[in-house]
């Protein structure tokens, strides 16, 4: 732990407060190829975004962020480039990022009233707003609400709530400010706050407001460190991540400060596992009943090595009693989800298998198309094309679909990973019920390719031209059918090869 958060403050300091980070806006300009690692995000406008999204029937995501913001940079940086959370997001979603404060995002900031970064928005295919989220997210949360959006798995209530969850009975605002007031624990610095619950400080430590970029535990520059010092605000030593790195590496382990931590740790998604445990040690099981505790417990039931994940299981009861059996489901898949992501890292097949075990012991809805992302998850990031081709054509034998871009989807992927007859043939199958639903240039063009592989190479050609025409109809780059019909022509030369396109 200590190695990765010294690591961070060096990029820290260095860059004067600000991460360098590679363009965010990198043009990403072919969203039907998913092979590559982390999140697509599209180039261009916001109304082509909204149109891309509603030809290939898909949602869209939106990261409002802006250019000073840590746990916006710090997320695109790590979960936004992890595999598992680019396949799924790839597969489902157009997603987009926006800086707010941009000449092109100060009218998305408006229409969409973004208060607080990073804002995360959820569309549907229409463009219509269905569900948002804020801070900074695991890949579990990341995972999870993706889930709660394809299969609209969300109250409507939801769409512009500001704040997660919490056990506090009042209105509470997010990323509020911090006043000398809030500060009760002046020698640790990381607390905001006087209550017991702990949901206000979360939500200030994982967003920030676009009014107050400098009343964050790591402010964004040394001046802003200068005036925070000179109206005694903060204390670099204590508040900063790197002071609370010392005074932990020097054996302090108070209730408060062990919290605290936690919380710090959890803002730039950082390693907490550690902490929480040793937090969650130190108090008996009176102090676990009390809110401030519970909530603490709610908020680090992310992941199965976690302590906190084994006492939330043991009140999970009481806890849907509070949030209800939605917010729950999310919060175990986020904790599964976490769990997978963990297992690759460490390839820890031991801690795939608990969690599968998990998965099938949850009481959620979905559960087999849940357990079956877990599968494709987990094998696609190990490389291991033979369990993941064999996982997905068991669980699309045994489950029908009547949704044209789940099939073609599903089509496209056995085909991009396996040579296999068998599963060539499963592939063409499915590809022909997505194109009888609704046939499409993108459709063909993956049934041209498994045609081709299993050597059918005339009616390959045929589908080829097809799809071309269509695209030529509807104004999409067909430069991949055009490379795969130069290839066939090379293999498999022919004197009919010359073919007039008609629009169709």
Request: hydrophobic share 35%; charged share 25%.
């Amino acid at each position: 732990m200590k190695n990765v958060i010294s690591l961070y403050l060096l990029l820290v300091l260095t860059c004067g407060g600000i991460l360098i980070t590679p363009d965010l806006n990198a043009a990403i300009t072919k969203t039907n190829n998913n092979s590559e690692r982390g999140v697509h995000f599209f180039n261009g406008s916001w109304d082509d975004a909204k149109a891309r999204a509603k030809k290939e029937n898909k949602y869209i995501f939106v990261e409002a962020y802006t250019e000073w913001c840590g746990p916006c940079k710090y997320m695109n940086n790590s979960t936004m480039k992890r595999q598992e959370v680019g396949y799924h997001y790839n597969n489902h979603f157009i997603s987009y990022k926006i800086n707010v404060e941009s000449i092109r995002g100060l009218a998305f900031k408006l229409e969409y009233g973004v208060k607080a970064v990073p804002d995360l928005l959820y569309f549907s295919p229409e463009g219509e707003l269905v569900y948002r989220d804020f801070g900074s997210k695991s890949v579990g949360e990341l995972l999870a609400i993706a889930d709660k959006v394809i299969y609209k798995n969300y109250d409507s209530e939801i769409v512009m709530v500001t704040n997660a969850p919490s056990l506090n009975t009042e209105n509470t605002v997010a990323a509020k400010p911090k006043t000398r007031e809030d500060d009760n624990s002046s020698r640790y610095g990381a607390s905001r706050h006087t209550k017991p619950d702990k949901r206000e400080v979360s939500k200030t430590e994982s967003i920030e407001r676009l009014d107050m970029p400098d009343n964050l535990m790591l402010v964004a520059d040394e001046e802003s460190y200068k005036h925070a010092e000179e109206k005694s605000e903060l204390n670099l030593l204590s508040v900063s991540l790197g002071g609370m790195q010392q005074q932990y590496d020097k054996g302090i382990r108070s209730d408060e400060f062990l919290y605290n931590y936690a919380y710090n740790l959890w803002y730039y998604a950082l390693p907490n596992t550690e902490v929480i445990n040793k937090y969650l040690a130190k108090q008996n099981k009176q102090d676990l009943t009390n809110l401030r505790n519970r909530q603490f417990v709610y908020d680090f039931a992310n992941n199965l090595e976690s302590n906190a994940m084994k006492v939330f299981l043991k009140n999970e009861a009481w806890y849907k009693r509070q949030f209800g059996q939605e917010q729950i489901d999310y919060k175990v898949k986020a904790a599964i989800y976490n769990a997978v992501a963990t297992a690759v890292d460490k390839q820890d097949k031991n801690l795939f298998t608990r969690a599968i075990k998990m998965a099938t012991k949850a009481d959620i809805p979905r559960k087999e198309a849940f357990i079956y992302q877990l599968e494709v998850v987990y094998y696609q990031a190990n490389n291991d094309l033979k369990n993941y081709a064999r996982v997905t054509r068991e669980y699309m034998e045994l489950n029908e679909s009547s949704d044209p871009v789940f099939l073609h989807r599903k089509a496209w992927e056995l085909e991009r990973l396996s040579n296999k007859k068998r599963n060539l043939k499963v592939a063409k199958n499915w590809v022909e019920k997505s194109i009888n639903l609704e046939s499409n240039y993108y459709n063909n063009t993956t049934y041209a390719r498994i045609l081709h592989k299993l050597g059918e190479i005339n009616t390959a050609k045929m589908v080829l031209h097809k799809a071309i025409s269509m695209a030529r109809k509807h104004g999409i780059d067909y430069t991949d059918a055009l490379q795969l019909l130069d290839q066939m022509k090379e293999n498999y030369p022919s004197r009919h090869d010359t073919v007039v396109y008609t629009e169709i």
